[in-house]
């Protein structure tokens, strides 16, 4: 066989812990989730938020998440879990795969949100300090799909090509044995990271804040998952136009990430005076949002309400 990638044995899927059954595609997640949380701690903090915040907004945003990113992906193929004779338990097992990007977004905003009214941080803030994270967390998890054998693409001949087993229920009927297939969670993964360094250097280079880094964050993923949507062999149930679900999600994400971008640059020609929300007290007074200054012995203007801006 010409050089490819070798899907991994069915069996390392998952592993045994005593009567407890460990699946990878669950363990990517946590460990995408927890990086996640580490990286946007460490980021608020710099700005002054308390240890252990992220974890109090993430007890909202992750369980949420979940439920969309479920939601979603069962509500965009529906043949495979209503039809006559199945199990509808299936709907619920989320360690066989399934779980969509663009669903656990919307359930996680909203989760996070509320999270971030609880902890007293503004929402945009919080989704800044997000952004490169959420693309670290979703290339680490890409990486389940691999060992689940999923998410690849088009029938391709170049040395990366995947290897997946014919008996796979995906594989096209069309197909014979030994097609290699272009490993689209692998795509994705090296689109993520390159992601991340950029959305970095973008918010060091121009100070982005207000929401306009997780504004570019949408746009970039946007365009990628668009991309990749586009050429893989078991997209969504096509909807309008007999174009995928997931395509028109990533063209809504890139078109949100735009307007969210020109709206707050509009909105916000200045820094953001704090990443706590109006009448939250810092729990540090010398933080660099609140610290006084020490030519006129005032607090800084950032103490003082700003209606209109808390989130």
């Not at 990638?5 to 460990?31: E, K, M």
């Not at 509500?75 to 879990?81: I, M, R």
Request: hydrophobic content about 45%; charged content about 15%; aromatic content about 12%.
């Amino acid at each position: 066989m010409v050089l490819s990638i070798p899907s991994p044995d069915p069996a390392w899927a998952q592993f045994h812990l005593g009567p407890l059954t460990v699946h990878i595609y669950a363990l990517c997640i946590l460990t995408g989730i927890i990086a996640a949380m580490v990286m946007t701690q460490r980021r608020l903090s710099r700005r002054g938020a308390e240890s252990g915040v992220v974890l109090d907004i993430i007890m909202w945003a992750v369980p949420l998440g979940i439920v969309g990113a479920r939601f979603y992906h069962v509500f965009t193929h529906v043949g495979d879990y209503f039809y006559p004779g199945a199990n509808l338990w299936d709907v619920f097992a989320i360690w066989d795969g399934g779980n969509a990007l663009y669903g656990s977004l919307l359930g996680g905003a909203v989760g996070a949100y509320i999270g971030c009214r609880r902890a007293g941080i503004r929402f945009w803030s919080f989704a800044d300090a997000l952004a490169p994270a959420m693309l670290v967390a979703q290339a680490i998890g890409r990486l389940g799909n691999y060992f689940n054998h999923e998410l690849f693409g088009l029938p391709t001949t170049l040395p990366w090509g995947l290897q997946i087993e014919a008996s796979n229920p995906k594989f096209p009927a069309n197909l014979p044995d030994g097609t290699l297939f272009h490993p689209l969670f692998l795509y994705e993964i090296i689109w993520n990271l390159a992601g991340v360094a950029i959305l970095l250097l973008l918010e060091r280079r121009f100070h982005l804040q207000w929401g306009k880094l997780f504004a570019l964050y949408l746009v970039w993923y946007g365009l990628g998952r668009s991309w990749l949507e586009a050429i893989r062999i078991d997209p969504t149930s096509d909807g309008f136009l007999n174009i995928p679900d997931n395509v028109w999600a990533s063209f809504a994400a890139v078109a949100l990430g735009v307007i969210l971008f020109i709206v707050h640059t509009r909105r916000h020609t200045g820094a953001e005076p704090s990443i706590f929300r109006d009448g939250r007290t810092p729990p540090n007074a010398t933080t660099p949002d609140t610290a006084e200054d020490p030519g006129s012995g005032l607090a800084h203007a950032s103490t003082r309400p700003n209606r209109g801006e808390s989130d």
